[in-house]
Protein backbone atom coordinates (compact mmCIF):
# COMPACT_ATOMS: atom_id res chain seq x y z
CA UNK A 1 0.00 0.00 0.00
CA UNK A 2 1.50 3.52 -0.47
CA UNK A 3 1.83 5.85 1.76
CA UNK A 4 0.24 9.64 0.80
CA UNK A 5 2.39 12.83 1.85
CA UNK A 6 0.41 15.96 2.43
CA UNK A 7 2.11 19.41 3.01
CA UNK A 8 0.55 22.26 4.58
CA UNK A 9 3.13 25.07 3.19
CA UNK A 10 4.06 28.01 5.88
CA UNK A 11 1.44 31.02 5.86
CA UNK A 12 0.83 33.90 8.29
CA UNK A 13 -2.43 34.86 9.40
CA UNK A 14 -3.30 37.57 12.14
CA UNK A 15 0.69 38.37 12.97
CA UNK A 16 0.90 34.49 13.34
CA UNK A 17 3.51 32.04 11.45
CA UNK A 18 1.49 28.68 10.69
CA UNK A 19 3.29 25.39 9.40
CA UNK A 20 2.35 21.35 9.58
CA UNK A 21 2.96 18.30 8.13
CA UNK A 22 0.06 15.50 8.03
CA UNK A 23 1.42 11.93 6.54
CA UNK A 24 -2.10 9.85 5.84
CA UNK A 25 -2.42 6.31 4.64
CA UNK A 26 -5.82 5.51 2.79
CA UNK A 27 -8.12 4.11 4.83
CA UNK A 28 -11.60 2.56 4.10
CA UNK A 29 -14.52 5.33 3.93
CA UNK A 30 -14.96 5.40 7.62
CA UNK A 31 -10.97 5.75 8.50
CA UNK A 32 -10.98 8.45 6.06
CA UNK A 33 -13.81 10.62 7.42
CA UNK A 34 -11.89 10.28 10.42
CA UNK A 35 -8.81 10.74 8.55
CA UNK A 36 -10.24 13.99 7.12
CA UNK A 37 -11.20 15.45 10.74
CA UNK A 38 -7.70 15.01 12.29
CA UNK A 39 -6.52 17.08 8.92
CA UNK A 40 -9.18 20.09 9.51
CA UNK A 41 -7.84 19.61 13.55
CA UNK A 42 -4.35 20.12 12.83
CA UNK A 43 -4.87 23.29 10.49
CA UNK A 44 -6.33 24.46 13.06
CA UNK A 45 -3.86 23.82 15.72
CA UNK A 46 -0.84 23.88 14.10
CA UNK A 47 2.57 25.44 15.28
CA UNK A 48 2.43 29.25 15.65
CA UNK A 49 5.19 31.67 15.70
CA UNK A 50 4.97 35.13 16.69
CA UNK A 51 6.52 38.46 14.74
CA UNK A 52 7.54 41.56 16.23
CA UNK A 53 4.13 43.04 15.51
CA UNK A 54 3.11 41.19 18.77
CA UNK A 55 5.18 42.94 21.18
CA UNK A 56 6.66 46.09 22.75
CA UNK A 57 8.45 49.06 20.55
CA UNK A 58 11.86 49.95 21.83
CA UNK A 59 12.28 53.81 20.62
CA UNK A 60 13.62 56.90 22.05
CA UNK A 61 12.88 60.94 22.01
CA UNK A 62 14.59 62.80 19.84
CA UNK A 63 16.02 65.69 21.89
CA UNK A 64 18.70 68.36 21.78
CA UNK A 65 20.75 68.93 25.17
CA UNK A 66 17.34 67.47 27.30
CA UNK A 67 14.65 69.36 25.23
CA UNK A 68 12.30 67.43 22.87
CA UNK A 69 13.48 68.46 19.46
CA UNK A 70 11.06 70.69 17.51
CA UNK A 71 7.93 70.17 18.93
CA UNK A 72 4.45 71.31 17.38
CA UNK A 73 2.54 71.79 20.28
CA UNK A 74 -1.64 72.91 19.17
CA UNK A 75 -4.61 73.86 20.94
CA UNK A 76 -5.13 77.01 23.62
CA UNK A 77 -4.30 76.46 27.21
CA UNK A 78 -5.99 78.34 28.97
CA UNK A 79 -7.07 78.61 32.82
CA UNK A 80 -10.15 77.20 33.76
CA UNK A 81 -11.17 75.69 30.12
CA UNK A 82 -11.57 71.71 29.70
CA UNK A 83 -9.12 70.01 27.01
CA UNK A 84 -9.37 68.55 24.20
CA UNK A 85 -8.83 66.92 20.77
CA UNK A 86 -7.79 69.82 19.88
CA UNK A 87 -4.63 70.50 22.63
CA UNK A 88 -1.61 68.43 21.13
CA UNK A 89 2.28 68.08 20.88
CA UNK A 90 3.90 66.36 18.18
CA UNK A 91 7.30 64.86 19.02
CA UNK A 92 9.94 62.82 17.22
CA UNK A 93 10.63 59.31 17.79
CA UNK A 94 13.74 57.38 16.57
CA UNK A 95 11.88 53.61 16.49
CA UNK A 96 14.33 50.56 16.54
CA UNK A 97 12.17 47.72 16.95
CA UNK A 98 8.25 48.24 15.55
CA UNK A 99 5.24 47.18 17.97
CA UNK A 100 3.14 49.05 20.34
CA UNK A 101 3.57 51.70 22.71
CA UNK A 102 2.30 54.16 25.49
CA UNK A 103 3.37 57.32 26.02
CA UNK A 104 2.25 59.90 29.37
CA UNK A 105 3.83 62.69 30.66
CA UNK A 106 3.66 63.77 34.37
CA UNK A 107 0.71 66.25 35.63
CA UNK A 108 1.29 69.95 35.56
CA UNK A 109 -1.38 72.41 36.36
CA UNK A 110 -4.14 70.11 36.41
CA UNK A 111 -3.39 68.41 33.11
CA UNK A 112 -0.89 65.82 31.13
CA UNK A 113 -0.47 64.70 27.51
CA UNK A 114 -0.80 60.64 26.41
CA UNK A 115 -0.83 58.56 23.51
CA UNK A 116 -0.73 54.80 22.95
CA UNK A 117 -1.04 53.45 19.44
CA UNK A 118 1.94 50.48 17.52
CA UNK A 119 4.64 51.60 15.03
CA UNK A 120 4.99 49.41 11.78
CA UNK A 121 7.99 51.00 10.45
CA UNK A 122 11.44 51.74 12.36
CA UNK A 123 13.60 54.79 12.02
CA UNK A 124 12.43 58.74 12.54
CA UNK A 125 9.02 59.24 12.83
CA UNK A 126 6.29 61.83 14.73
CA UNK A 127 3.76 60.57 17.63
CA UNK A 128 0.81 63.05 18.46
CA UNK A 129 0.52 63.07 22.41
CA UNK A 130 -3.08 64.57 23.63
CA UNK A 131 -4.04 66.42 26.65
CA UNK A 132 -6.49 66.01 28.73
CA UNK A 133 -7.51 67.81 32.09
CA UNK A 134 -8.20 71.23 32.93
CA UNK A 135 -5.44 73.87 33.37
CA UNK A 136 -5.69 75.24 37.35
CA UNK A 137 -3.13 77.92 36.80
CA UNK A 138 -1.10 80.04 34.52
CA UNK A 139 2.61 80.14 33.62
CA UNK A 140 4.80 78.07 31.51
CA UNK A 141 4.77 74.63 32.65
CA UNK A 142 7.78 71.73 32.12
CA UNK A 143 6.01 68.38 31.05
CA UNK A 144 8.60 65.16 30.62
CA UNK A 145 7.35 61.70 28.96
CA UNK A 146 8.15 58.93 31.73
CA UNK A 147 11.00 56.79 29.05
CA UNK A 148 14.26 55.75 29.81
CA UNK A 149 15.64 58.12 27.13
CA UNK A 150 12.97 61.18 27.43
CA UNK A 151 13.08 65.19 26.84
CA UNK A 152 11.08 67.73 27.69
CA UNK A 153 8.80 70.87 26.34
CA UNK A 154 7.07 73.42 28.11
CA UNK A 155 3.39 74.63 27.34
CA UNK A 156 1.79 78.60 28.23
CA UNK A 157 -1.41 78.68 30.01
CA UNK A 158 -2.81 82.13 29.68
CA UNK A 159 -5.76 83.62 31.59
CA UNK A 160 -9.31 82.31 31.85
CA UNK A 161 -10.86 82.38 28.33
CA UNK A 162 -11.68 85.30 26.86
CA UNK A 163 -15.73 85.86 25.61
CA UNK A 164 -16.02 87.15 22.37
CA UNK A 165 -19.29 89.44 22.10
CA UNK A 166 -21.35 88.86 18.72
CA UNK A 167 -22.68 92.05 17.26
CA UNK A 168 -22.98 94.27 14.43
CA UNK A 169 -22.90 97.77 13.40
CA UNK A 170 -26.23 99.19 12.70
CA UNK A 171 -26.59 100.10 9.11
CA UNK A 172 -23.85 97.69 8.28
CA UNK A 173 -22.79 96.50 5.21
CA UNK A 174 -23.58 100.09 4.09
CA UNK A 175 -23.35 103.59 5.89
CA UNK A 176 -23.20 103.67 9.77
CA UNK A 177 -26.44 104.62 10.73
CA UNK A 178 -26.17 108.04 12.97
CA UNK A 179 -22.11 107.82 13.17
CA UNK A 180 -21.14 110.95 14.94
CA UNK A 181 -17.66 112.41 14.58
CA UNK A 182 -16.52 114.49 17.01
CA UNK A 183 -13.48 116.56 17.38
CA UNK A 184 -11.76 118.80 14.73
CA UNK A 185 -9.45 117.54 11.99
CA UNK A 186 -7.02 120.14 9.71
CA UNK A 187 -4.05 119.53 7.55
CA UNK A 188 -0.66 118.30 10.03
CA UNK A 189 -2.35 118.71 13.24
CA UNK A 190 -2.25 115.27 15.07
CA UNK A 191 -4.95 113.92 16.56
CA UNK A 192 -6.10 113.74 20.19
CA UNK A 193 -8.70 112.42 22.60
CA UNK A 194 -10.79 114.74 21.46
CA UNK A 195 -11.03 112.96 17.89
CA UNK A 196 -13.41 110.31 18.19
CA UNK A 197 -16.47 108.74 16.22
CA UNK A 198 -19.68 107.14 17.78
CA UNK A 199 -21.00 104.26 16.21
CA UNK A 200 -24.24 102.09 17.26
CA UNK A 201 -23.93 98.84 17.64
CA UNK A 202 -26.67 95.78 18.04
CA UNK A 203 -25.26 93.18 20.39
CA UNK A 204 -25.88 90.16 20.27
CA UNK A 205 -24.91 88.50 23.31
CA UNK A 206 -22.12 90.38 25.72
CA UNK A 207 -18.40 89.62 25.85
CA UNK A 208 -15.07 91.43 24.65
CA UNK A 209 -15.14 93.76 21.34
CA UNK A 210 -12.84 95.34 19.51
CA UNK A 211 -13.36 97.50 16.58
CA UNK A 212 -11.12 99.81 14.33
CA UNK A 213 -11.49 101.15 11.16
CA UNK A 214 -8.49 101.48 8.26
CA UNK A 215 -5.89 103.78 8.02
CA UNK A 216 -6.62 106.96 5.25
CA UNK A 217 -4.73 110.33 4.94
CA UNK A 218 -2.24 108.86 8.05
CA UNK A 219 -5.27 108.91 10.53
CA UNK A 220 -7.27 106.07 12.15
CA UNK A 221 -9.84 104.99 14.94
CA UNK A 222 -9.77 101.85 17.30
CA UNK A 223 -11.91 100.79 20.42
CA UNK A 224 -11.40 97.79 22.70
CA UNK A 225 -13.70 96.70 25.81
CA UNK A 226 -17.00 94.53 26.89
CA UNK A 227 -20.45 94.64 26.14
CA UNK A 228 -22.13 93.57 29.53
CA UNK A 229 -25.73 93.78 28.28
CA UNK A 230 -27.29 92.57 24.84
CA UNK A 231 -29.38 95.52 22.82
CA UNK A 232 -28.44 98.53 21.08
CA UNK A 233 -25.62 100.49 22.24
CA UNK A 234 -23.12 103.05 21.58
CA UNK A 235 -19.18 103.08 21.40
CA UNK A 236 -16.64 105.66 21.05
CA UNK A 237 -13.80 105.11 19.09
CA UNK A 238 -10.44 107.06 19.28
CA UNK A 239 -8.86 108.93 16.55
CA UNK A 240 -5.22 108.48 16.32
CA UNK A 241 -2.42 110.10 13.47
CA UNK A 242 -1.84 112.90 12.09
CA UNK A 243 -3.52 114.29 8.46
CA UNK A 244 -1.29 114.74 5.60
CA UNK A 245 -3.75 116.41 3.22
CA UNK A 246 -6.94 118.47 3.37
CA UNK A 247 -9.42 116.16 1.81
CA UNK A 248 -12.69 114.15 2.55
CA UNK A 249 -12.81 110.81 3.72
CA UNK A 250 -14.24 107.99 3.43
CA UNK A 251 -13.51 105.33 6.27
CA UNK A 252 -14.84 101.89 6.83
CA UNK A 253 -15.31 100.12 10.11
CA UNK A 254 -14.49 96.69 10.74
CA UNK A 255 -15.34 94.56 14.26
CA UNK A 256 -16.73 91.20 14.64
CA UNK A 257 -17.42 90.80 10.79
CA UNK A 258 -19.36 93.14 10.55
CA UNK A 259 -18.00 96.75 8.72
CA UNK A 260 -20.18 99.95 7.67
CA UNK A 261 -18.90 103.06 6.45
CA UNK A 262 -18.91 106.75 7.74
CA UNK A 263 -17.77 110.31 6.12
CA UNK A 264 -14.58 112.77 7.64
CA UNK A 265 -13.76 115.61 5.97
CA UNK A 266 -9.83 117.58 6.77
CA UNK A 267 -9.54 120.74 6.27
CA UNK A 268 -6.89 122.95 6.17
CA UNK A 269 -5.03 124.45 9.15
CA UNK A 270 -6.29 127.06 10.91
CA UNK A 271 -7.38 128.95 13.99
CA UNK A 272 -9.46 127.34 16.35
CA UNK A 273 -12.45 129.66 18.02
CA UNK A 274 -12.32 131.36 21.03
CA UNK A 275 -15.76 130.92 22.76
CA UNK A 276 -18.26 130.46 25.94
CA UNK A 277 -21.47 128.19 26.51
CA UNK A 278 -24.54 130.77 27.96
CA UNK A 279 -25.10 129.41 31.70
CA UNK A 280 -27.90 130.68 33.94
CA UNK A 281 -28.49 129.25 37.42
CA UNK A 282 -26.73 125.94 37.19
CA UNK A 283 -27.46 125.43 33.75
CA UNK A 284 -27.08 125.93 30.20
CA UNK A 285 -29.21 128.29 28.36
CA UNK A 286 -30.64 126.24 25.50
CA UNK A 287 -33.77 123.97 24.75
CA UNK A 288 -34.27 120.18 23.36
CA UNK A 289 -35.78 119.81 20.28
CA UNK A 290 -37.74 116.18 20.03
CA UNK A 291 -39.08 113.12 21.87
CA UNK A 292 -36.83 110.92 23.54
CA UNK A 293 -38.27 107.37 24.07
CA UNK A 294 -36.58 104.26 26.40
CA UNK A 295 -35.76 101.88 23.02
CA UNK A 296 -36.00 104.46 20.65
CA UNK A 297 -33.08 105.06 18.56
CA UNK A 298 -32.58 109.32 17.85
CA UNK A 299 -32.33 110.85 14.76
CA UNK A 300 -32.01 113.90 13.26
CA UNK A 301 -34.80 115.94 15.18
CA UNK A 302 -33.56 115.23 18.60
CA UNK A 303 -30.95 118.31 19.35
CA UNK A 304 -30.13 120.46 21.87
CA UNK A 305 -29.97 124.35 21.30
CA UNK A 306 -26.98 126.23 23.21
CA UNK A 307 -26.15 129.30 23.53
CA UNK A 308 -22.16 130.69 22.75
CA UNK A 309 -20.58 133.94 23.04
CA UNK A 310 -17.42 133.68 20.47
CA UNK A 311 -14.55 136.12 21.29
CA UNK A 312 -12.67 135.01 18.62
CA UNK A 313 -13.75 132.99 15.55
CA UNK A 314 -12.28 130.06 13.68
CA UNK A 315 -13.01 126.43 14.76
CA UNK A 316 -15.02 124.97 17.23
CA UNK A 317 -15.94 121.50 18.55
CA UNK A 318 -18.34 121.03 21.52
CA UNK A 319 -19.54 117.24 23.11
CA UNK A 320 -21.12 115.55 25.47
CA UNK A 321 -20.35 112.32 27.56
CA UNK A 322 -22.73 109.57 27.11
CA UNK A 323 -25.04 109.28 29.62
CA UNK A 324 -27.87 107.02 29.07
CA UNK A 325 -26.96 105.57 25.64
CA UNK A 326 -26.96 109.23 24.34
CA UNK A 327 -24.33 111.11 23.24
CA UNK A 328 -24.38 115.04 21.78
CA UNK A 329 -21.77 116.95 19.37
CA UNK A 330 -21.58 119.83 17.05
CA UNK A 331 -18.96 121.04 14.86
CA UNK A 332 -17.91 123.60 12.76
CA UNK A 333 -16.41 127.37 12.13
CA UNK A 334 -17.84 130.52 13.75
CA UNK A 335 -17.29 133.45 11.14
CA UNK A 336 -18.56 136.23 13.51
CA UNK A 337 -17.97 137.51 17.17
CA UNK A 338 -20.68 138.00 19.64
CA UNK A 339 -24.13 135.65 20.55
CA UNK A 340 -23.96 132.76 18.24
CA UNK A 341 -26.53 129.58 18.34
CA UNK A 342 -24.85 125.84 18.61
CA UNK A 343 -27.25 122.88 17.43
CA UNK A 344 -26.11 119.42 19.18
CA UNK A 345 -26.83 116.55 17.28
CA UNK A 346 -28.45 113.75 19.64
CA UNK A 347 -27.02 110.30 19.07
CA UNK A 348 -27.26 106.66 19.95
CA UNK A 349 -30.40 104.82 21.45
CA UNK A 350 -32.03 105.63 25.26
CA UNK A 351 -31.43 103.14 27.56
CA UNK A 352 -34.02 103.25 29.82
CA UNK A 353 -36.66 106.35 30.95
CA UNK A 354 -35.87 109.15 33.66
CA UNK A 355 -34.26 112.49 33.55
CA UNK A 356 -30.66 112.59 32.95
CA UNK A 357 -28.05 115.31 33.45
CA UNK A 358 -25.70 116.18 30.22
CA UNK A 359 -22.17 118.44 30.44
CA UNK A 360 -21.43 119.55 27.00
CA UNK A 361 -17.78 120.74 26.68
CA UNK A 362 -15.84 122.79 24.63
CA UNK A 363 -13.02 121.08 23.02
CA UNK A 364 -10.45 123.29 22.61
CA UNK A 365 -9.40 126.86 23.91
CA UNK A 366 -12.02 128.57 25.86
CA UNK A 367 -12.61 131.73 28.37
CA UNK A 368 -11.99 130.81 31.93
CA UNK A 369 -15.23 129.88 33.41
CA UNK A 370 -16.89 128.95 29.93
CA UNK A 371 -16.25 125.50 29.25
CA UNK A 372 -18.88 123.52 30.25
CA UNK A 373 -22.26 123.73 31.49
CA UNK A 374 -25.25 121.17 32.19
CA UNK A 375 -28.80 120.47 30.62
CA UNK A 376 -31.28 118.38 31.92
CA UNK A 377 -33.23 115.94 29.58
CA UNK A 378 -36.09 113.68 30.16
CA UNK A 379 -36.30 110.38 28.47
CA UNK A 380 -39.98 108.79 28.20
Avoid: W
Wanted: proline share 4%; charged share 10%; with cysteine.
Amino acid sequence: MKTRRYSVYPGKKDGLVYSCILIMKPLKNAVALAGFLCFAFLLMNCKKEYSYEGGTAVFSLLNFNGSCLNPVISGNYNRGSDLGNSNSVQLQVDVTITGKYSIQTNSRSGFLFSATGSFADTGVQTVTLYASGKPDSTGSFIFIPALAESCSFSVDVTGQQVQEADYSFIGAPNACTNALVSGIYQKDISLTSDNTVAINVNVVSPGDYTIRTDTLDGISFFASGHFTQAGDQVVILIGSGSPATAQNLQFTLLGNGSVCTFPLTVENSGDFATYSIASGVDHCVGQPGGNFNAGTPLNGSNTYSLTVYVTIAGAYNISSQSVNGMIFQSSGTFTRLGTNFVTLKGHGTPVQAGIFTFTPEIIGPAPLGGRSCDFLLTVN
